[in-house]
């Protein structure tokens, strides 16, 4: 491509051992580099969605076999309480937030994010927030009331001891973690995107981030009011919850599905966002309707904050609510499918590198078209009335989150290993990582559709026999089996890559966008020239990139400091969160006064010295 | 590159023949007593009909959308000298047909949608309904019928053919009332009452559960619906309707005398073994701690925490609907329920052999 | 243009022209507005349910809060009155205004605590009744959001005298603005909510 070729040779010190990611563990404590930040956030996420595996797969062990005694219920609640909790904020969001993070100022040519600083406070509340939630397991027992954590079970009469306590702080924790990232995103891509790239020229997974953080912004403290009224009740004996007092256990719902909803679309968007990268890349044609896809990214994403009741069909809403939440749960759809029609048609006259990021994307394609159908018959609410809280929800979350937003990871994966480490993931093994993952999820989820369609509920820790739930959790249980290995797969794939993987160059895919103008992995401060843009896809246009961006003449731009202080903010705030869990003054007022500190620590610090 | 070209179809097939493999197996199993998909009432059917006609959408869509992916997937392979593709940026004629496309498929599933939602989540007009009262507990089901002055406990008895008018409420956290084969659930709550309402259209015994996580026991909290004849369902009220067997306290209403084998009458029509159980048993009963939480009719035992056991002995089921009511399992049960039920509110009474044994003995006579 | 001015100028290039923590905080205040508005209605939703007193029109003191919300609103015409002091170098002017803004924010903290020791006093504590509990909260976490923002401008008072605040930190003092008239701005939507539209 011509494009890489007037760039100039790359600069030089960017291998892995020195440059970019290199340092011991001070380096990396005190890192304000997206990069590495972003590395981070991946490593962290991948580790977590192991731990939500092993989770999910003692589950399917336990539901193996009728009235199996495997896994006791008190132990069961616990796993399937942080199955969902774990998967969704501490394997789903942070995987997704390494890629903004790489990727998003690559993509809008920046040097970093807007304020990188806090973009590492993020990553250090997630990481400290994640262990504190998890250390529940230690201490008493984790939390077990479901990562939905419903009122009145959830009050300290039937929930005694610390595990909603844990739960409650720990949601609390990553919600800080993620609204500070959002705030950063938001602020980067309004500001931080190199002259010529307006917002429709923007890169699609830069969009969709850009649309994520917007909901993540304003999703997020309707929980954090939902989850300080629980505090408050569990903590000061306030009646919020109560029905006793007056309080109503519905107002919970309300709050945690006005966030609930829009959070699911935060865990698709920036899927949605990968795969509308990969398919023209790997089409060789440039994204079909363009606006249309970003136009129906942003309609989603308004739409998901009035849908929210289509989680409460059964809850006795009455017929107005009910029909109102159908409506606009149908209407979602339609931007949906608008997206899928748009990759199709991409793909439609091109031509197709089957290489693992396009068979990632295909089988995401393939997979949430069943996952949003089983949608739209949940959004019939009285059809919903025999399909919530059955296995058939079970079977469409996963095959929306697993057959769609984890392939589409994937897919992210494959895509970008190479720019973020400078070796390529083995082909060939891919390929089977594929293949047998594609099998495995589907014979572990499809037959849940069934199972609840004949009536097995969901979060139940067994079953009797006689219903006809044998056989297809059996089949289930081997699938999730055949699931886990493929994941194994993938990860020697990863270690076998890493250590005697093919060398990647800048642009081993003719990607369009601007992180394959520069080196794999790119030097620390991205770009030595900042690019200039002038249509979508710049490095398709005509004659390439018309600013030699990683010219050696030019002068090596200064970059933030390394600092500590957003690790030492966020150890204050998992200190005053255990004060808060122990109902220990001293300990809340010490975590309080480390923050007050570090927040002028801080402040005084300048970002460049 | 030409190893990935020819793999390509090879591996597609073996993915249709997986996929078909797994699409198949699903089918596996049955019978199904608890499904969704073998309506017995009129809400259940209602539902099931809605269901289909979402499921032939559904279908249709998943042909089209699935089979043009495939198309492009494989007719437009790359191979070896092929030009690089024309920059097609978009059609807008295409992007306002596949947007009113499935806007109309969705006004065909709303409709039916809307119109099944107004008919079902109202309360019923019918003034000939039957009220049945039911209350979530953790972790069991009780039913009250008004009409007749009835208590019991998950095992709910209606007649069929008559509207069956469900007032739900819980009495402690958010349960929800599931009988697939009659209907869909709905959540029992505290502080709030739920309407729901269903005639069933054939006899039988059909099986549920409580279908929202309300802590431990979630699994182990199931109901059956014993949908019977009108004359049978009368017979059912009669017997419930009366005291305890033994305790002789109120008189049986004439006419529903000849329905009532000889065993189950009160007063001096009881064989002197039958009474003898009656006696110690109730004693036993009344000195074991057991009416801190338990009514039996016409004795001095009238707790209201747990299930009415007035004719316990004539349930199918024990410990909602998750054993069979035999004797070695009622033992069980008196033995440990927290084994049986983990975290049930019944406390392991420590109860010696011979008082379980007594107790059995008395529960199941209690027809 | 020179290498490093160019470095310099890209450095410092901005898509919008807006500072980067301009914009931040006008997000930080969107996601705020979210927040407060949960809070609002789960106050609006409660209202009227509490099962015991002390009731709302028992114990709301209108004329008093109304001296404490011109109290309030007036300390934000100090800070106006204190960025356009900064914005003309002119730091006596600057110091004076920054005082009375924390000052006057201050004097509206005094008047909640006063109100809520009044309110206890009469029986009404955070677990007594929904009213109770909704109450403090909602003002409470206004209140914190207020103290936040007189040690804030407390600690650029502090700068100010010490030298290290002048017309080049003009942006800190209008972003710090921002968010003050904020929280001004949702004490006004509490006022009317809480006690002019008591029921």
């Not at chain 1, 009331?145 to 990553?174: C, E, H, K």
């Not at chain 1, 004949?454 to 055949?482: C, D, K, W």
């Not at chain 2, 953790?138 to 053919?161: C, D, K, L, S």
């Not at chain 3, 209008?174 to 029921?199: K, M």
Request: contains cysteine; aromatic residues 12%; neutral net charge.
């Amino acid at each position: 491509m011509a494009a890489t070729e007037t760039a100039a040779r790359p600069a030089s010190g960017t291998g892995t051992r020195e440059g970019t990611y290199a340092g011991g563990l001070v380096s990396w404590l005190t890192t304000v580099d997206h990069k590495r930040i972003g590395i981070m956030y991946a490593v962290f996420a991948f580790s977590f969605f192991l731990l939500g595996g092993l989770e999910a797969l003692l589950i399917r062990l336990q539901l193996g076999s009728p009235e199996n005694t495997l896994i006791d219920p008190d132990l069961y609640n616990q796993l399937f309480t942080m199955h969902g909790t774990t998967m969704v904020f501490l394997a789903i969001m942070p995987l997704s937030a390494a890629f903004f993070n790489f990727m998003v100022p690559l993509q809008i040519g920046a040097r970093d994010v807007a304020f990188p600083r806090l973009n590492a406070f993020s990553l250090w509340v997630f990481v400290l927030g994640a262990l504190f939630l998890n250390a529940s397991f230690l201490f008493g027992g984790a939390p077990d009331a479901g990562w939905f954590g419903y009122a009145n079970l959830t009050s300290t009469q039937y929930s005694p001891g610390m595990r909603i306590d844990f739960w409650v702080l720990g949601l609390q924790i990553l919600g800080v973690s993620s609204i500070a990232a959002a705030l950063n995103f938001i602020v980067t891509i309004i500001n931080l995107r190199a002259p010529g790239m307006s917002l429709m020229r923007m890169p699609l997974f830069t969009w969709m981030t850009f649309v994520t953080s917007f909901l993540l912004i304003l999703a997020f403290p309707a929980i954090t009011v939902g989850l300080v009224l629980l505090m408050f009740d569990r903590t000061f004996g306030t009646s919020f919850f109560n029905p006793a007092a007056g309080g109503d256990v519905l107002l919970w719902q309300h709050l945690f599905w006005i966030f609930g909803h829009p959070e699911v679309y935060i865990l698709l968007l920036p899927s949605l966002g990968i795969i509308s990268e990969v398919i023209p890349t790997f089409s060789r044609k440039p994204l079909f309707g363009y606006p249309f896809v970003v136009y129906s990214g942003i309609l989603i994403a308004f739409l998901g904050f009035g849908v929210w009741a289509h989680h409460m069909f059964a809850v006795g809403l009455g017929p107005i609510a009910n029909t109102v939440f159908s409506a606009t749960t149908m209407l979602i759809a339609i931007p949906t499918g608008v997206k899928i029609f748009n990759w199709i048609a991409t793909m439609w006259g091109g031509s197709l590198r089957f290489k693992t990021p396009l068979y990632f994307a295909v089988g995401f394609i393939a997979m949430f078209i069943i996952g949003g159908l089983s949608g739209i018959m949940h959004s019939s609410a009285a059809s919903d009335l025999q399909q919530t809280d059955s296995y058939f929800v079970v079977a469409h979350i996963h095959y929306v989150l697993f057959g769609g937003v984890m392939f589409a990871l994937f897919s992210g994966i494959y895509y970008w290993f190479p720019k973020i480490t400078g070796k390529m993931l083995s082909e060939g093994i891919g390929k089977l990582h594929f293949w047998l993952m594609l099998l495995a999820f589907n014979l572990t989820f499809f037959p849940q559709h069934l199972l609840g369609l004949h009536g097995m509920p969901r979060r139940t820790f067994t079953y009797q026999e006689g219903l006809g739930f044998e056989a297809m959790n059996l089949m289930s249980t081997v699938g999730s089996l055949v699931l886990g290995f493929s994941i194994l797969i993938f990860l020697w794939n990863v270690v076998v890559s890493l250590r005697k993987g093919a060398k990647a160059g800048p642009d081993p895919w003719g990607g369009a966008t601007l992180e394959w103008a520069i080196a794999s992995p790119p030097p620390h401060y991205n770009f030595r020239r900042l690019p200039r843009v002038h249509s979508r896809d710049p490095l398709w246009a005509e004659g390439g990139l018309d600013v030699a961006v990683n010219d050696p003449e030019a002068p090596e731009p200064h970059m933030p400091s390394p600092s500590l202080w957003p690790f030492i903010l966020a150890v204050g705030i998992i200190v005053a969160a255990t004060g808060g869990l122990t109902h220990s003054v001293p300990l809340a007022l010490a975590g309080a006064a480390v923050v007050v500190a570090s927040t002028y620590g801080w402040a005084f610090q300048p970002l460049e010295r | 590159m030409r190893n990935d070209l020819r793999r390509v179809p090879r591996e597609a097939g073996f993915a249709l023949f997986a996929v078909a493999a797994v699409v198949l197996l699903a089918g596996c199993g049955g019978p199904y007593p608890q499904s969704a998909l073998d309506p017995a009432s009129d809400f259940a059917t209602r539902l099931d009909d809605l269901f289909r006609g979402i499921f032939f959408w559904a279908v249709i869509v998943f042909v089209l959308v699935e089979g043009a992916l495939l198309v492009a997937v494989f007719r437009f392979r790359d191979r070896e000298g092929k030009r690089r593709p024309e920059a097609v940026h978009g059609n807008t004629i295409l992007e306002i047909s596949w947007t009113l496309a499935p806007a109309i498929v969705l006004v065909l599933i709303a409709v039916p949608t809307f119109r099944t939602i107004w008919d079902v989540d109202r309360p019923t007009r019918d003034p000939d309904a039957l009220v049945v009262e039911v209350i979530g507990h953790q972790w069991w089901w009780e039913f009250r019928y008004p009409e007749y002055g009835i208590v019991t406990a998950n095992e709910m008895h209606v007649p069929v053919g008559r509207t069956i008018d469900v007032r739900l409420t819980s009495a402690d956290v958010i349960h929800s009332f599931w009988f697939p084969r009659a209907g869909g659930k709905r959540d029992v709550l505290p502080g709030h009452e739920n309407h729901l309402w269903f005639t069933m259209d054939s006899t039988g015994v059909f099986p549920g559960q409580c279908a929202e996580f309300c802590g431990l026991s979630h699994a182990l909290m199931k109901m059956e619906l014993v949908a019977s004849s009108p004359a049978a369902f009368a017979e059912w009220v009669a017997v419930q309707q009366r005291p305890a067997v033994g305790t002789g306290a109120a008189p049986v209403p004439a006419d529903s005398l000849a329905a009532v084998s000889e065993e189950t009458l009160p007063g001096d029509t009881l064989s002197a073994e039958l009474r003898q159980i009656l006696e110690t048993g109730q004693q036993k009963f009344l000195q074991s701690g057991c009416i801190a939480c338990h009514r039996i009719a016409g004795t001095p035992a009238a707790g209201v925490l747990g299930p009415d056991l007035t004719h316990v002995g004539s349930r199918r089921k024990i410990a909602a609907g998750i054993l069979d009511n035999t004797p070695e399992n009622m033992a069980a049960w008196l033995r440990d329920p927290t084994t049986v039920k983990p975290g049930s509110l019944m406390p392991n009474l420590n109860l010696d052999e011979d008082t379980i044994r007594t107790l059995v003995a008395y529960l199941e006579s209690l027809k | 243009m020179t290498d490093d001015a160019a470095a310099t100028a890209e450095g410092h290039y901005t898509s919008t022209g807006l500072p980067n923590r301009k914009l931040l905080m006008w997000t930080f205040i969107g996601s705020e507005c979210m927040l407060f508005g949960s809070l609002i209605m789960t106050y609006l939703v409660y209202r009227g349910r509490s099962i015991t007193g002390p009731y709302p029109e028992e114990l709301l003191n209108i004329p008093f809060i109304t001296v404490t919300t011109f109290v309030l609103l007036m300390s934000s015409l100090m800070m106006v009155l204190a960025l356009a002091a900064v914005q003309r170098n002119d730091m006596r002017q600057g110091k004076l205004w920054l005082l009375m803004t924390a000052l006057l924010g201050t004097v509206f903290l005094g008047g909640q605590v006063y109100e809520f020791s009044h309110f206890l006093h009469e029986g009404l504590g955070l677990s007594t009744n929904l009213f109770g509990a909704s109450f403090y909260l909602l003002t409470g976490t206004h209140g914190a959001h207020v103290f936040v923002g007189v040690l804030w401008l407390l600690s650029l008072f502090v700068l100010a005298v010490r030298g290290r605040l002048d017309a080049r930190h003009a942006e800190t003092v209008e972003i710090t603005g921002l968010y003050w008239h904020f929280v001004d701005v949702v004490w006004i939507v509490l006022f009317t909510l809480i006690y002019l539209l008591v029921s």
